[in-house]
């Protein structure tokens, strides 16, 4: 379900957010075991890796057809919003049935896609502005700009911060080993039409 680069995208994005989420803290003051300059430093190198690695992952997802399993559609999605409100609580058989040609759910996908399309490429574009400040920093009104940039960039990663800490969330909900194996593995089973068995 998983191939080897999905999983390596993956699991390199989530230490490089992790990264960021660390040295962007120590930035403002919340961690005191790097030194600002330190912090500095390890936040522009995993921004730059991270802003790479999108760069070939968007090139994957072209290039094989992956960019399918985001296409939105309502259908399932009130299901899914009630089944993570309330019925995971009652432990119900969860609504969606994964299958190969749809790995993602409803909701999932809305996520995911809010992620791609709004929050990441606002924190390039903040990001790289922050960071090229020297560049435009005689621009009129370039000081009250940096401050609306760098807001945009807090608010965006506090974000980024919160939707991790659901997606860890979600992973523990139930049968976590059945939720992690498959992206450490890559190995899930799903139920495959004769038309999906064919093309295998």
Request: glycine fraction near 8%; include cysteine.
């Given at each position: 379900m998983y191939s080897r680069?999905?999983?390596?995208?993956?699991?390199?994005?989530?230490?490089?957010i992790f990264t960021l989420m660390f040295s962007g803290l120590g930035l403002h003051g919340f961690r005191h075991v790097l030194y600002f300059g330190q912090a500095v430093t390890l936040h522009t190198i995993a921004a730059?890796?991270?802003?790479?690695?999108?760069?070939?992952?968007?090139?994957?997802?072209?290039?094989?057809?992956?960019w399918k399993h985001y296409v939105p559609s309502l259908t399932?999605?009130?299901?899914?919003?009630?089944?993570?409100?309330?019925?995971?609580?009652?432990?119900?058989?969860?609504?969606y049935h994964k299958v190969y040609w749809r790995k993602h759910n409803p909701l999932q996908i809305l996520a995911y896609l809010s992620l791609k399309l709004v929050l990441f490429p606002v924190m390039w574009v903040t990001g790289i502005?922050?960071?090229t400040y020297d560049f435009w920093q005689t621009?009129?009104?370039a000081s009250w700009r940096l401050e609306m940039i760098a807001s945009l960039h807090l608010v965006s990663g506090y974000l980024i911060a919160?939707?991790?800490?659901?997606?860890?969330?979600?992973?523990?909900?139930?049968?976590?080993?059945?939720?992690?194996?498959?992206?450490?593995?890559?190995?899930?089973?799903v139920d495959l039409s004769p038309e999906e068995e064919a093309y295998l």
């Open positions: 680069f999905e999983r390596f995208w993956h699991w390199t994005q989530a230490l490089l730059l890796t991270l802003i790479v690695l999108w760069i070939f992952a968007i090139f994957w997802h072209l290039t094989t057809g992956s399932g999605l009130w299901q899914m919003v009630r089944f993570y409100g309330y019925g995971v609580f009652k432990c119900e058989p969860h609504p502005a922050y960071l621009a009129p009104a919160s939707f991790v800490v659901i997606h860890v969330y979600l992973l523990i909900v139930g049968h976590f080993f059945e939720h992690l194996r498959p992206m450490v593995t890559g190995v899930e089973k």
